[in-house]
Nanobody, 119 residues
Framework: QVQLVESGGGLVQPGGSLRLSCVASGNIGNTFGRTIMAWYRQGPGKQREWVASVTTSGGTTYTNSVKGRFAISRSSAKNTLYLQMNRLEPDDTAAYYC??????????WGQGTQVTVSS
């Protein structure tokens, strides 16, 4: 069983930046390093949505609303996923979660980390 722990959220003004981290632990072996990973978010009153993915070789894809502002990366040696978020907007307010990329069986969700963008 894999545990996912997200951190790094907080309250930030529009235009600000945050860096989120997600550590995968448990009975994981080298699964993290062989898996396409992703960030998701769930805003108030909204369904959870995919934000970005990163392949095992570092290739990245993003949802249109965050392109050019967010950067996903990973450290397979540390079983850690990152999301650098720049030029944050109020619509980015959400709980952020990491998991495997869409299309495969999801791991159990972590508790998420709350990002609030407000002046």
């Amino acid at each position: 069983q894999v545990q996912l722990v997200e951190s790094g959220g907080g309250l930030v003004q529009p235009g600000g930046s945050l860096r989120l981290s997600c550590v995968a632990s448990g009975n994981i072996g080298n699964t993290f390093g062989r898996t396409i990973m992703a960030w998701y978010r769930q805003g108030p009153g909204k369904q959870r949505e995919w934000v970005a993915s990163v392949t095992t070789s570092g290739g990245t894809t993003y949802t249109n609303s965050v392109k050019g502002r967010f950067a996903i990366s990973r450290s397979s040696a540390k079983n850690t996923l990152y999301l650098q978020m720049n030029r944050l907007e109020p619509d980015d307010t959400a709980a952020y979660y990491c998991n495997v990329a869409p299309g495969v069986t999801l791991w159990d969700w972590g508790q998420g980390t709350q990002v609030t963008v407000s002046s």
